[in-house]
């Protein structure tokens, strides 16, 4: 128990910098992603959100960075197969959440656009990746 203790003491005099608590960032910079991700998660964000986080356009004025990465099938078979009876996801998405200086993971999640009731009546894409995406992230903030 006294080693448990004094490492306690010497993580906190060394200054180990604890991670920031999710909930409490309320600016984030979104950074710029393949297949326009970045601009859908930006207006998901302000919708989902509706105002408890701020989507900042410089880098230097938030608490958290989002980085991530996109993928779409192109062509007509998948959008059949993927789109309309959805057996696959036609686009996909994963995000992580950074600290301000980019060096400490907060939070990371994927997700598909695969419906599997209505497939061709909902929306699909980068914007249904990024709804969901935006989803996972307020449910983990405590939203």
Do not use: C
């Amino acid at each position: 128990m006294r080693k448990f203790f004094g490492a306690l003491l010497l993580a906190s005099t060394l200054g180990f910098a604890q991670q920031p608590n999710l909930h409490s960032i309320t600016k984030i910079f979104i950074d710029k992603m393949p297949n326009n991700l970045d601009q859908y998660i930006r207006a998901e964000m302000v919708k989902q959100f509706k105002g408890k986080v701020t989507v900042v356009l410089d880098a230097k004025d938030a608490e958290a960075i989002m980085t991530g990465v996109s993928d779409e099938e192109k062509g007509t078979g998948a959008k059949i197969t993927g789109r309309y009876l959805g057996l696959h996801d036609v686009a996909s998405g994963s995000v992580s959440l950074l600290d301000k200086e980019g060096k400490t993971l907060l939070w990371s999640d994927e997700a598909g656009d695969r419906s599997l009731m209505f497939g061709a009546l909902r929306r699909g894409g980068e914007r249904k990746v990024a709804d969901r995406l935006v989803g996972k992230l307020k449910k983990a903030m405590g939203y």
